[in-house]
C-alpha cells in the first residue's frame, strides 16, 4: 500500500484547505484511513481516522470544522478543512491501517503512512 498526500499550503486564518490522500494497493473499503498531524516541537496527533466499517472519530478540537470523505473511482482520501486556526499548522500525514485495529487513536496501529504535507496557518 502506497499513500500519496497532497494540498497542504498557506492559508488565512478562518481560511479553507483540502488535502487529498491517494492509496494505491488496496481499494479504501478494506482500510481504516487516518488523518494526523504534527506541530513544530509536539507529539503527532490523531486529527481524524474513518474505519473501513464507514465509522469516523474526529478529534474534539476539529469537530465542526474538518470533514473526512472518499471518493473511490479516485481511491482518494479528502480531508476538507475549514475555519483554520493557527494552532492548526502542522505537517498532517495520511495514513492507512490494513489490519482493523481497534485502537485507531495509536499511531502503531497504522501500517503505511503517507510523506506529510505542510499545512500553515497565518493569525
Known amino acids: 500500500v502506497q499513500l500519496q498526500a497532497s494540498g497542504g499550503g498557506l492559508v488565512q486564518a478562518g481560511g479553507s484547505l483540502r488535502l487529498s490522500c491517494v492509496v494505491s494497493?488496496?481499494?479504501?473499503?478494506?482500510?481504516?484511513l487516518a488523518w494526523w498531524r504534527q506541530a513544530p516541537g509536539k507529539e503527532r496527533e490523531l486529527v481524524v481516522a474513518r474505519r473501513w466499517s464507514g465509522s469516523t472519530y474526529y478529534t474534539d478540537s476539529v469537530k465542526g470544522r474538518f470533514t473526512i470523505s472518499k471518493d473511490s473511482a479516485k481511491n482518494t482520501v479528502h480531508l476538507q478543512m475549514s475555519s483554520l486556526k493557527p494552532e492548526d499548522t502542522a505537517v498532517y500525514y495520511c495514513?492507512?491501517?490494513?489490519?482493523?485495529?481497534?485502537?485507531?487513536?495509536?499511531?502503531?496501529?497504522?501500517?503505511?503512512w503517507g510523506q506529510g504535507t505542510l499545512v500553515t496557518v497565518s493569525s
Open positions: 495514513a492507512a491501517d490494513i489490519q482493523r485495529s481497534v485502537a485507531i487513536s495509536t499511531a502503531t496501529s497504522y501500517d503505511f
Open positions: 494497493g488496496r481499494t479504501l473499503n478494506s482500510l481504516t
